[in-house]
């Protein structure tokens, strides 16, 4: 081998952390399912996880309101509407309430989930899409296109829906077996691995395959992942022909290999994991207990090695939570939930170490909303649009819920020059149904300019030890605030749950 450049390189996630939450705010008491499909089991937004169960005869998953943790009870309701066992679960980017399922019963269904959570088990999908001819393994959203989602099949087709009408746009024979999927950030193209050991990247609309290795992405005949990447790379993981675990990264167009490492002689299929906002990737092994974690960057050899979290217990499966579902006054930037064989669910977050009280914009580029690009119709007529982002500082501010003076304050002290708006965030701003990820209410203040490019100079009367003993003060009437609407929320809640039938249709 040659030397790791790791040493020298500086990286902003060198010091990532990964540290898991206290067993009562995980959640436990779960028959996640022992379907040996290498699928995470697991999906997760900022208002549900859903975890494929264990269930005799049919198909069921559980849609638990991500604030329920702890034991979960035996009775809690499901989504069970599958005869056979569910094999894969997806959130819709664009809708938190709805979710799609595919099952060994070969069909695809789409679940709208009510207002405040299940209350009885879910029977009826809102759409249900019937082609494939064998088992529905895999199902996966369009990044930016509304209601487009595709689905794959044991009998290695692939199918892209519009769920909204019901109807297959395309349909695309593979040779064998499809074993990932994976849409590129604007999804015009996915990339695809089956168990013919080919690397292909697939046109979405026309189903025409744009590039296809020559060899085995890797040799080893275990199952190889895919993930398109940003700036037009692909990463996959494998086995060499000596069953060692690697990695590998390609160039999206040409399909040449940039990068290929051995990672280890385990046996699980590594799950890869993509931050597309700050260009990291986690492996996640299936039945180890290990999580490693890279940066990508345009330096050879491209993919860096940063660190691992380690815990006692094996992964069964696994979800991840989207930024806008992330603690962001505490810097963290991946939260993964891990599926445990004795049924509980361990949630990590992962943090970058820091002590500030300004939003840390370097770490936090803008991010995909919930809000399509463009409808699914647009979309199979030729228009590619990338996904509408949105600010994360909104959230960190929204935990400031007396802002006037804080923000005014922090305007001053912030010396970063405000970035140039990129082309993206113009687009944004212009798209009428551009909302942000969570709906409060910007203070008028905060829109304000703050003083353009010059940010480091302080108004006239104004000094720092007066600003510092005001920080503090704010600082502390904040955390009062804090407090107060955790209780109010705390009573609410307990309001809710005791009158649960308004959900109930
Ligand atoms: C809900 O579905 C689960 C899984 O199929 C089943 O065991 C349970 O009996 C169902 N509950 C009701 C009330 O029908």
Redesign the pocket.
């Known amino acids: 081998g040659f030397y790791k450049m790791a040493f020298m390189r500086k990286s902003k996630f060198r010091h990532v952390f990964g540290k898991p939450l206290k067993k009562d705010d995980g959640y436990d008491n779960i028959r996640v399912t022992k379907n040996s499909w290498d699928s995470p089991f697991c999906s997760v937004n900022p208002k549900y996880i859903a975890i494929i169960?264990e269930?005799?005869?049919?198909g069921?998953f559980l849609v638990l309101p991500i604030k329920q943790t702890g034991r979960v009870e035996m009775?809690q309701?499901?989504v069970?509407g599958h005869k056979g066992p569910v094999l894969d679960i997806a959130f819709c980017p664009h809708n938190d309430d709805v979710i799609a399922s595919c099952s060994e019963d070969c069909t695809v269904k789409v679940w709208q989930i009510p207002e405040g959570g299940l209350t009885?088990?879910l029977t009826e999908p809102v759409v249900e899409l019937v082609s494939h001819i064998k088992r529905a393994c895999i199902v996966t959203w369009h990044p930016s296109a509304q209601n487009i989602l595709l689905s794959a099949g044991a009998d290695s087709k692939i199918c892209i829906w519009n769920v909204g009408t019901g109807e297959l746009y395309v349909e695309i024979n593979l040779p064998d077996l499809i074993y990932s999927a994976s849409f590129s950030y604007n999804g015009n193209r996915f990339v695809c691995t089956c168990k013919d050991k080919i690397l292909r990247v697939i046109d979405s609309r026309t189903g025409k395959v744009i590039k296809e290795t020559k060899e085995p992405c890797h040799q080893g005949s275990k199952p190889a992942q895919a993930l398109y990447l940003k700036h037009d790379k692909v990463f996959t993981t494998g086995f060499s022909r000596m069953s060692e675990r690697q990695y590998a990264l390609w160039d999206a167009n040409t399909l040449e290999q940039m990068s290929l490492d051995e990672i280890d002689q385990a046996n699980g299929v590594l799950m890869p994991v993509y931050d597309g906002d700050v260009e990291m990737i986690y492996l996640i092994g299936k039945g180890d207990s290990i999580i490693r974690y890279y940066e990508i960057t345009d330096e050879a050899p491209y993919v860096h090695y940063l660190s691992l979290y380690q815990s006692r217990d094996p992964t069964r499966g696994f979800g991840v939570m989207c930024k806008r579902g992330l603690n962001i006054n505490n810097c963290e930037i991946m939260r993964i939930y891990k599926l445990l064989n004795t049924g509980t669910v361990e949630v990590i977050p992962f943090t970058v170490p820091r002590k500030s009280e300004l939003f840390q914009d370097d770490i936090y580029p803008d991010t995909a909303s919930d809000q399509p690009a463009i409808s699914g119709e647009d979309w199979f007529r030729g228009v590619d649009a990338d996904p509408v982002l949105v600010s994360l500082k909104d959230m960190f501010a929204s935990e400031m819920k007396e802002p006037a003076k804080v923000v005014i304050k922090s305007n001053i002290l912030d010396k970063k020059v405000p970035a140039t708006p990129s082309r993206r965030s113009e687009e944004v701003a212009s798209t009428p149904q551009a909302k942000t990820a969570h709906s409060v209410v910007r203070p008028a203040s905060e829109a304000a300019p703050a003083a353009s490019g010059a940010g480091a100079e302080l108004p006239p009367g104004v000094n720092i030890k007066d600003i510092l003993e005001d920080v503090k003060q704010l600082k502390k009437t904040v955390k009062d605030q804090d407090k107060k609407i955790r209780q109010y929320e705390e009573r609410l809640s307990a309001l809710e749950s005791s009158n649960p039938e308004d959900a109930d249709k």
């Open positions: 169960t269930s005799a005869g049919g069921s009775n309701p499901v069970d009885r088990n």
